[in-house]
């Protein structure tokens, strides 16, 4: 049973860094779409970041490019996203998620999730 978990999450001030990790045991995802995914308080669910657990690059949301930074180690069998220069827009609980084949922008098309954490960004 595959099992994502984030951490790192927490309440910071607009222009602070935070790194959020996603920790996944139980099964490897090789060939598999490894994204970031936020949810504001009466928004949709809507794409951060993405990378492939196997090969190079990394895609990234309008809003976020530049500022975050998506990356893995395949040793700890993790997910990082490092955030810079938070916005209070930036406020959300983010979620990982796993997919095999391409990486979509569309978290219906994800098959796995973790359970959450959150991101507060004050002015």
């Known amino acids: 049973q595959a099992r994502l978990v984030e951490s790192g999450g927490g309440l910071v001030q607009a222009g602070d860094s935070l790194t959020l990790s996603c920790t996944i045991s139980?099964?490897?995802?090789?060939?598999?779409?490894m994204a970031w995914f936020r949810q504001a308080p009466g928004k949709e669910r809507e794409f951060v970041s993405a990378l492939y657990w196997t090969s190079t690059g990394t895609y990234y949301s309008d809003s976020v490019k530049g500022r975050f930074t998506i990356s893995r180690d395949n040793a700890k069998n993790t997910l990082y996203l490092q955030m810079n220069s938070l916005k209070p827009e930036d406020t959300a609980v983010y979620y990982c998620a796993a997919k095999s084949g391409w990486y979509s922008r569309s978290p219906h098309q994800y098959d796995y999730w973790g359970q959450g954490t959150q991101v507060t960004v004050s002015s």
């Open positions: 139980g099964r490897t995802f090789t060939a598999y779409a």
